[in-house]
Each structure stands twice: as C-alpha cells, then as structure tokens.
C-alpha cells in the first residue's frame, strides 16, 4: 500500500491540467469493441485503470500501443477472432469494466466475466445493465460471482427502455448495445452526462446514429456494421474539481486550463456560494479562495445535479468553513465512509442516513488516515494541506486509478506533498 505525506502548504496558486476524464475514457475504450480496425483515442489520462482496461482489452483479444503520451491505438479483430472471456480478476478490480458486457453480445453474441468490483462506497447493483440487454434478447447465466449471457439469435433486437434511475453506466452499456441492434430503440431516463453524450459522439464517428445525446431520451437507429474512428476524450470535470477545490480551501487562486465550465455549472454555484470567486474569461476555469469559506447546505443528484464524486471534496472544505452545512447523499448510501478519517483529522462531522451535518472548525491536525476510494483520497489530501502538522494518507493507489501524476500537479501548485511506496 502507497501513502502520501502531507504538511501544511500555505496559499496554493498556478495552471494545472486535468486531463480525460477516467469516467469517459474507459466507456470509449470499450466501445473500440464495436469495429475491426485500428481506433485512436487522445487526451487520454495516465492511470491505473486505463492500464487495467487496457490487459482486459488485451485479454479479449485487442492490440493496445501508446504512440505519444495521453494517446491510445487499439486495433481489433474480426468478431471471430475476438475472445469473449477474460481473467476474473480484471472484471473484479474496477466497476468500469462491467460495460464491455454490451459490446460483447452485440459483436459476438457472448460474453462471460466475473462480477466487476471497484470503489467501496455501497452496492451498486447491474440489474439495470441485465434487464434492458435481456430485453434486447439476450439470456443470463448468472451466479453470485460471474456473469454469463448468450444470444441465441443473430443480432439484438431494438427495443425501449425505461431506466429506474439514470444510472451514467447503465446509460452507456446499453447505448453501445443498441448502436448495432436490429430496428430502433429508445433509452428513456437515460443519463445526461458530459460522459455519456462523449461516448455517443464517439460513436457516432463510428458510424453509430444517435439522436437526443445531453437528454434524458436517446434514440437509436442500428446499424449493421461500424468503423474504427480518432476520438479525443473529454476533460474530467472531477479531477478539475478536485484542483480548484484545493485553490479554494487554501487561500489560494488555482487555474485549471483544461477545465469545461459547461460542465460544472451547479458546481461553480456552489463555489461561489461558499465564499470562492469564479473567473470563466479566460482559458478553462480559475477560483480565488477567501480567508475562510462559508458554510452551505448540498445535496447531490444525478446530473446536471451536484455530482455525488463531488461531495467528499465539497465535505472537506466545509469542514473548516464558518458555520454549520449539511450535506445530503442522495445516490451511495454508503459514500460517507470517509467521514470518520476526516473526524481523526479534527473535523465535527455526525452523519444520519443519508445526511452528515458539518460543523466547521478553525483548523484541522495532522494524522494518519487511511483512504478507501479515489474521491476519498482526494479529500484528505486537501484536508492535509491545511491541517496542522503532518498528514499520512494510506491508500494512494485509490487516488492514482483516477489521477494522472496526482502527487506532481499538486506540487507544480506549491503544495508540500511525497509519496512513499
């Protein structure tokens, strides 16, 4: 297990880049899956999990090369030649990896793979990927540890689907089944991320006919075959955060040049309300923090909501904010677990259910604190760059599965920080 140590870094300041963003880059790596030939992705983020999703790539068959930094070609084999299974532990070691399931059965016919693991933030279950492939006339075999489904027919068959709930991966699994479904299908209450609406572009490069992509209603016209296309990933609007929110929580003024205010609107509402100024003139995203932030109520919600992997850095800064906030889980019943490291840290935080009330503190001491997923890793670190002493965070290897060269961009903008394998 890698750690991070953190001491207290003063006003942080300077131009960072996120990067793709880790929750477009993975879905769009899946989708090369769709077309023989040879597709080439850029801005493409230098972590774990894209090196994960590449061995599964590899494993099923796929060639991966990386010409130049943030860049990947992938070329894939006829359908004969593509293997429809892979190791378990590569399905087990990240949620993403749930949506070649779609791609699969619409190249194949088949696909057999270990339940996908991931962030330890409550149950997320794949009803909603099962039920609308099923509906699409694919047959499940399914146990308490794999997942295997078959079609006895030649392609799928368009159909409509009605999400319980807007699920962001539910939304692309079957997006990119129905692109070469026999007939028409509607997805409704589909997700309305910048992630999901990339995907679509992508593959409609491809060839892929899409219509309603940012909606809550796609519509999709099957096509018999795609090709291979260029692509280049979107900008984590996450990552962005997660950069300007330690501008924020140090006094300091952050650029993040990459950054998509189109993306972040409820976000920057919230910067802004907390105390932060906001600049969109000029290139990406810039935020001055004040002296001290306020406090504020929060609640997250599918998008374009308050994005629930917002919520652990938004937590932390209110944790030294004047006054009293409440913030609101409406998505992963579990997603609080980091609360109880930032309470080591010093914080006054209670949680009830789905909420957690955050009394804001002059200041928070250094400790060592353990972190169980990427976002909560994220948080303590901004909360030890203005904790008294020294932070330990266990656990970077969580950040680094969605951070590209965390520990160097937080230092280009001052902050005092050092990883230890």
């Known amino acids: 297990m890698s750690s991070l ?21 993975l879905k769009q790596m899946a989708a090369c899956l769709l ?52 190791p378990s ?15 699969l059965l619409a190249r194949c016919g088949e696909a057999n793979m270990a339940l996908p693991g991931g962030d330890d933030f409550g149950q997320r279950p794949i009803n909603f990927h099962t039920d609308g492939l099923s509906a699409m006339g694919a047959e499940f075999h399914n146990d308490r540890s794999s997942i295997r489904a078959t079609l006895p027919r030649a392609r799928l068959k368009a159909t409509r689907i009605t999400l319980e709930y807007p699920s962001h991966t539910a939304t ?27 995907l679509g572009r992508q593959l409609q490069a491809m060839g892929a006919k899409i219509e309603g992509l940012g909606t809550s209603r796609l519509t999709i016209d099957g096509v018999e075959e795609l090709s291979p296309a260029h692509h280049e990933v979107i900008p984590d609007r996450v990552v962005a955060a997660t950069y300007l929110a330690s501008g924020l929580i140090s006094a300091g003024e952050v650029r993040v040049v990459d950054a998509n205010p189109r993306h972040m609107e409820m976000l920057l509402r919230k910067i802004e309300t907390i105390g932060g100024i ?94 169980t997923d990427i976002r909560a890793c994220a948080a303590l670190t901004l909360a030890g760059l203005v904790a008294y002493g020294e932070t330990t965070i266990e656990g970077l290897e969580h950040a680094e599965r969605g951070y590209d060269d965390f520990v160097g961009r937080l230092s280009s903008l001052g902050a005092v920080v050092e990883r230890y394998a």
């Open 5 to 25: 140590v953190v001491k207290p870094s003063g006003p942080l300041s300077g131009e960072v880049q996120a990067y793709g963003a880790k929750n477009a880059v």
């Open 35 to 86: 077309a023989s030939g040879e597709h080439c992705l850029t801005n493409v983020p230098d972590i774990t999990d894209v090196t994960m999703m590449v061995e599964l790539l590899v494993a099923l068959g796929c060639t991966v090369k990386r010409p130049n930094n943030h860049e990947l070609c992938i070329e894939v084999p006829e359908a004969k030649d593509l293997h429809p299974v892979a």
């Open 89 to 103: 532990h590569l399905f087990e070691a990240m949620r993403a990896s749930i949506v070649v399931l779609g791609p």
């Open 172 to 198: 692309d699994n079957l997006l990119m089944a129905c692109v070469l479904a026999e007939g028409r299908s509607v997805i409704d209450n589909a997700a309305r991320e910048p992630e999901v609406e990339d």
């Open 278 to 371: 906001v600049d969109i003139s000029g290139e990406g995203i810039c935020v001055r923090g004040p002296q001290r932030l306020s406090a504020c109520d929060v609640a997250t919600l599918p998008y374009p909501g308050v994005a629930t992997d917002y919520k652990p850095l938004i937590t932390t800064m209110l944790s030294v904010a004047d006054g009293v906030s409440v913030v609101t889980e409406n998505l992963f019943a579990g997603r609080f677990r980091y609360v109880d490291e930032l309470v080591r840290l010093g914080a006054t935080i209670t949680t009830e259910g789905h909420h957690a009330m955050i009394r804001g503190v002059d200041h928070l001491t250094g400790t060592t604190v353990r972190a």
